[in-house]
């Protein structure tokens, strides 16, 4: 990693603290019952929580002594002619799973991650209702919190030869992909949950692995994959390449898979024929 030098783990305090304090106003907003809801011009949902999370998230990221861009989902959109140019900036769903928000699921995230040459250095994952940071920084581990605790390291897990548990969406996908995907797995439990919760599942070894075969972007993943990659386990596309960041035009993932251990060929569960199903 060449960049100016910075220390990771203080920065990711940093950004723990923002996460918490964007947390704290959605979830006022969310207790007081204040869901008006307006449509994006891509349909996606949009709130007041978001747009105040952006707020008080960007303010606080320009305050820092570290410096860098800012790419949110609720900030305007960048082109990549500008873009192109960011070796290092930061990436923020100020809240990821505002569906979850609205049906009262609890399962949301604040995510903040710090891109460096297209790959996450430091993730935090906060979920506001439940109470639990998911953090990590490059070569520094990753780790939970569960409200005041003392945060414990975590790690994926061996998957075992039985049963496989995969997490899945509130909403789950059931399309032609996913149903052969599962199939394919065979004995398998389900887990369901929201937003970038999902990946962090598979991060604390409470999951096996977490099949996304479906269209999300780069602000929905970011922040997890530090946290994932620190627990040992990878983030990657259906070629088995991991996602990279601001490579171009277009801010929407491919689909991919979450998962812990290599002991199984989890790309072998895919159809054979991918080209069959676009993002």
């Not at 940093?14 to 006022?28: D, K, T």
């Not at 891109?115 to 935090?124: D, K, L, S, T």
């Not at 789950?172 to 995907?181: D, I, L």
């Amino acid at each position: 990693m060449s960049m100016t030098p910075v220390d990771l783990p203080e920065l990711t305090s940093q950004c723990l603290v923002l996460a918490r304090l964007a947390g704290e106003r959605i979830l006022a907003i969310y207790e007081e019952g204040d869901v008006e809801v307006v449509r994006k011009a891509d349909e996606t949902p949009l709130t007041k929580a978001d747009l105040e999370a952006h707020k008080i998230i960007e303010s606080g990221l320009q305050k820092l002594a570290y410096s860098a861009p800012i790419l949110s989902e609720e900030s305007a959109a960048i082109a990549f002619s500008e873009r192109t140019g960011w070796t290092t900036y930061w990436l923020v769903d100020p809240l990821d799973g505002t569906r979850e928000f609205i049906r009262r699921s609890g399962e949301f995230s604040v995510n903040i991650a710090l891109i460096h040459n297209g790959e996450p250095i430091v993730g935090v994952v906060y979920a506001p209702v439940l109470k639990v940071a998911y953090y990590a920084a490059r070569g520094q581990g990753a780790w939970k919190q569960l409200d005041n605790q003392s945060a414990v390291r975590i790690h994926v897990r061996e998957v075992p030869e039985d049963s496989v548990i995969v997490a899945r969406s509130r909403s789950p996908q059931t399309g032609p992909m996913m149903k052969r995907f599962l199939d394919n797995v065979g004995s398998h439990q389900e887990l369901p949950m929201g937003s970038a919760l999902k990946s962090c599942l598979v991060a604390e070894g409470a999951a096996d692995v977490y099949p996304r075969l479906g269209p999300t972007s780069e602000w929905d993943t970011g922040a997890a994959q530090c946290v994932v990659e620190e627990a040992g386990g990878h983030i990657r596309d259906l070629n088995m390449n991991s996602l990279r960041y601001n490579t171009r035009d277009s801010l929407i993932n491919p689909h991919f898979l979450v998962f812990g251990s290599q002991r199984r060929n989890w790309a072998s569960y895919l159809p054979d024929d991918l080209s069959l199903y676009p993002v």
